[in-house]
């Protein structure tokens, strides 16, 4: 095959951001056979991440064997068309509501949605933590996509100015109560809903009432009641289904009456004595 870049060729150039992932099917599905995709790894034009998964080579400077989560999310949103979006603790990070960062430690991804198995196989698998959609069903209420739901939202994260899916704060603030409490603390959530000053009551209020998790709104409701933020006066808890009965959220732990879930024995004494945690 000649070195000459074919029409095929430069059309992926067009297609294909330096540093973005596609895999065989994105390249077949152009018309690029794997006889092509093998001689196009050879001359350097693409680059092999892992088997089946392929990269436009970063400009030159960069560090080659850099994979940053924000490459794998716009791919599979914007290259591949998957329904996933940027949720939790990630999705607070973005919107500015993030407390502290662990020093160390690579922070989770949490991906909402279906992805392909080759994620898994990526050399940033440790960070990329994939949950399913199942806490909303299938809306797509609060998640913040090409245009913003209020402007003061807006934001184009990643290295090539791409806009990334993501939760919006209030709908990420009741996927990381969701988390509770195997994958983040009790104290992490209220340091971190203690900062969502702007939060909109109105998007909140429609997000709990289709909520399918009955620990997700119960501790909610004892988080918001509990921290006395200003816009906690415009949620109604009576248009919320806590449905019946108590939920052992923590075995052994004390017992809060009004919505009738058990909550650590720490968290429930300060949180009566009225003091942080």
């Known amino acids: 095959m000649s070195k000459k870049r074919t029409p095929r060729l430069l059309s992926l150039m067009n297609d294909l951001p330096h540093g973005l992932l596609v895999d065989t099917a994105w390249l077949t599905a152009r018309g690029i056979d794997y006889k092509s995709i093998h001689y196009y790894v050879e001359q350097r034009w693409i680059e092999r991440i892992v088997r089946g998964v392929y990269r436009r080579p970063l400009p030159k400077g960069a560090i080659s064997t850099y994979l940053p989560w ?81 402007p003061s939202r807006q934001w184009a994260v990643g290295i090539w100015r791409w806009p990334l899916r993501a939760s919006s704060p209030e709908r990420a603030i009741l996927e990381l109560i969701d988390e509770l409490p195997k994958h ?60 019946k009965g108590p939920r052992a959220l ?14 650590p024995k720490y968290f429930l004494n300060r949180y009566y004595e009225g003091f942080c945690f």
């Open 70 to 150: 924000q490459a794998i999310a716009i791919s599979l949103q914007r290259l591949h068309g998957y329904n996933v979006h940027l949720g939790g603790k990630i999705a607070l990070n973005i919107a500015g509501h993030s407390h502290y960062v662990m020093m160390g430690k690579s922070q989770p991804v949490h991906l909402y949605g279906d992805v392909p198995p080759w994620v898994k196989r990526l050399p940033a698998t440790d960070r990329i933590v994939v949950r399913n959609t199942s806490l909303f069903g299938d809306s797509t209420l609060g998640i913040i996509d090409n245009h913003p739901v209020h």
């Open 184 to 243: 983040i603390s009790f104290e992490y959530v209220q340091l971190t809903l203690e900062m969502m000053r702007n939060a909109d009551p109105e998007l909140l209020m429609e997000l709990l009432k289709i909520c399918r998790s009955i620990k997700v709104k119960r501790l909610f409701f004892v988080y918001a009641e509990f921290l006395e933020l200003d816009w906690v006066k415009d949620l109604d808890p009576d248009q919320i289904d806590f449905g």
């Open 250 to 263: 923590v075995p052994g732990g004390d017992f809060e009456s009004k919505y009738q879930i058990s909550l």
